[in-house]
């Protein structure tokens, strides 16, 4: 049988069943895992493989990581019965999978029902409103848009995933036909409209006992979309901008304007839309030019503190970008409370997207002292574009520099190229500064340590053990005998046998007077 796996990745295959599986494949699996039909079951890191026989025998493989990532080798497309299987097998050796079953199969048919209901009502409010026609404008999108989900509430966790995939079902169908270029706006404005619903989904239900699943469900959704919307984008050539009717364009501009400058920071990050939009599909210099002129009116007449003034000045500095003068919103990068890091991510992924590297690092040279403060995504992320572009230079000598400059945020990112740089003195001696214990190091990168010099390892296991004792039970004694052993060893390795014998002589003795450590070192054969 499996071994029981850790809560995390019981929480993370739960999650997965309860959003994958519909409930006919949830059955029939559980029918092929009580008949015993999945064989084979063995783990291998993060993945669990098995065979499943049904009609043929079927190969499975199930991310425990990313269940979304997870195989059957089956010709169903999507997540199959065999799947579930293989996930109530795993799910046996850490609770009851009949239980899991009911429970499953309960929320896969709620979950039908309110799609269900929320087909109903679409397609009621469709029949009451003119459907959109080839030639008509984004503001009259918008406004069948709104008709078709007036009245649509977030009362459930997962209410923002079914919006958004009954939007995208029934909203995209309505341009069939149309000319490429018109169905390609259409699309991203149905996209918009998603991500201005999910600001006003998260605004009315802040307060709501579900906030923060509604936010989590908000984000994700949104992120989606926003990766959907720039592929759209992306899709339209050069002659399709060219047929597209200006005041189309001045509509959609106007839309764009209402999700970035709205009076709180809450939902989606608007000004990510107006970023992404001005940078492709309305990246007209006239255009340009009388939007930065409307934009400084609205911003004289705005109190500069508010968060609107904020995402006009941002929006302002944006078109200094486009115009490649990227001084102006570093200096805003500078001013709080526009020193957040995530305001400027958009700007990294893009330089790095295009390979304009020497740009990309100005940036990142400029945005170190937002790393400080910045969340752990976010910071991750950013660490990431340095490793990048470390890797693109002669030396790495700034790299090491900057990740010093942020210890011990930096700790695993510095730690990590260490090890892969070679630099293994640097590497102990970083673990040593911030009182690593070998336990807590993984054991590939210990073995590689030795293998290039094993003294290196020596002060880093003399300090655990004189750690462990001082915690002074008998697991911590155990602890550090284990390290006395291996330190025996490598002393063996590197014929230092005498200087071995010379320190646990004087060791026994400074800690003569703790029996239990006494004994410990006796099981170990340390000491006669």
């Known amino acids: 049988m499996l071994k029981p796996l850790s809560a995390g990745k019981i929480g993370h295959l739960v999650s997965a069943m309860r959003k994958l599986f519909d409930a006919a494949a949830l059955e029939r699996g559980w029918h092929y895992y009580h008949r015993g039909h999945v064989l084979n079951l063995f783990p291998t890191g993060n993945d669990v493989y098995a065979t499943v026989r049904g009609g043929n025998v079927y190969r499975v493989r199930l991310d425990l990581e990313n269940a979304e990532r997870s195989e059957c080798s089956c010709p169903v497309d999507g997540y199959c019965k065999h799947m579930a299987a293989v996930c109530f097998q795993v799910y046996a050796s850490h609770g009851r999978p009949e239980l899991l079953l009911a429970e499953l199969i309960h929320r896969a048919e709620s979950r039908s029902k309110r799609l269900e209901a929320l087909k109903t009502r679409v397609k009621k409010n469709a029949e009451a409103a003119p459907v959109p026609e080839p030639g008509s404008a984004p503001l009259q999108w918008h406004q069948y848009f709104d008709r078709q989900f007036y009245g649509y509430s977030v009362t459930h966790p997962h209410a923002v995933e079914d919006f958004y995939a009954i939007a995208q079902e029934k909203l995209h169908r309505l341009c ?95 000004i990510d839309i107006f970023r992404l939009v001005w940078s492709g599909l309305l990246n007209d210099p006239e255009r340009i030019r009388r939007e930065s002129a409307r934009l400084r009116e609205q911003l004289a007449a705005e109190d500069a503190a508010t968060y609107r003034g904020h995402m006009l000045r941002l929006a302002l500095a944006h078109f200094d970008v486009l115009a490649q003068r990227d001084d102006p919103l570093l200096s805003l990068s500078e001013q709080p409370p526009l020193n957040d890091i995530a305001l400027y991510l958009w700007y990294l992924r893009e330089f790095r997207r295009a390979g304009q590297w020497d740009r990309l690092g100005v940036w990142l040279r400029r945005l170190v002292p937002l790393l400080r403060q910045a969340k752990e995504e976010h910071f991750r992320t950013v660490c990431g574009y340095w490793v990048e572009m470390a890797g693109r230079q002669s030396s790495d000598e700034e790299w090491v520099r900057t990740m010093e400059s942020l210890l011990p945020r930096s700790f695993r990112d510095y730690s990590d190229h260490l090890m892969k740089t070679g630099r293994y003195r640097q590497w102990v001696d970083l673990q040593l500064a911030h009182r690593m214990m070998p336990a807590h190091l993984r054991s590939d990168e210990l073995a590689q340590v030795e293998a290039h010099d094993p003294e290196l390892l020596l002060p880093l296991y003399h300090q655990s053990a004189e750690r462990y004792i001082l915690e002074k039970n008998r697991n911590s004694y155990k602890a550090a005998v284990r390290l006395l052993r291996r330190l025996k060893s490598l002393y063996g390795k590197l014929g230092q046998e005498e200087r071995w014998n010379e320190f646990i002589h004087r060791f026994v003795g400074k800690y003569g007077r703790l029996r239990a450590l006494q004994e410990e070192l006796r099981k170990g054969k340390l000491m006669p």
């Open 176 to 270: 069939e036909g149309w000319a490429d270029h018109d169905q390609a706006l259409f699309r991203a404005h149905v996209l918009l409209f998603v991500l201005r619903k999910l600001d006003q989904f998260h605004t009315h239900n802040a307060t709501t006992y579900f906030s923060y699943y509604l936010e989590t469900g908000c984000r994700k959704v949104a992120a989606l979309a926003m990766e959907q919307l720039e592929q759209t984008l992306a899709e339209m050539d050069a002659r399709g901008l060219r047929l597209m009717k200006p005041s189309d364009l001045d509509e959609t501009a106007e839309i764009v304007g209402r999700l970035a400058f709205r009076d709180n920071g809450r939902g989606t990050d608007g």
